[in-house]
């Protein structure tokens, strides 16, 4: 079975940086899409940035040009590069996949997270 672990995450300043990875295990007949959510107490789940198939990338508006997503197929890990962070970043990181059985079901994955805060 599926199983997507995550790690970097941790106590920064504002304006540091923290690179987080995601590593998947498992067979993926088609791989849609991996990407990154957050969620702060009290909110909901939110999408910060993911990457297609296709090697195409799309950002929360909030983290556009401080957020770096990144993929190393052979590895089956996924990263993200966080820049210049604020104290609203403050969240647990989720890695997820989304992807198609052989018999072409659609089936996702998230990682069990990691925390991220930032704070002076």
């Known amino acids: 079975q599926e199983q997507l672990v995550e790690s970097g995450g941790g106590l920064v300043q504002p304006g540091g940086s923290l690179r987080l990875s995601c590593v998947a295990s498992g067979r993926f007949f088609r791989i849609n899409a991996m990407g990154w959510y957050r969620q702060a107490p009290g909110q909901e789940r939110e999408l910060v940035a993911a990457i297609t198939r296709e090697s195409s990338t799309n950002y929360a508006d909030s983290v556009k040009g401080r957020f770096t997503i990144s993929r190393d197929n052979a590895k089956n890990t996924v990263y993200l590069q966080m820049n210049s962070l604020k104290p609203e970043d403050t969240a647990v990181y989720y890695c997820?996949?989304?992807?198609?059985?052989?018999?072409?079901?659609?089936?996702?994955?998230w990682g069990q997270g990691t925390q991220v805060t930032v704070s002076s």
């Open positions: 997820n996949v989304k992807w198609f059985t052989v018999t072409w079901e659609s089936r996702s994955a």
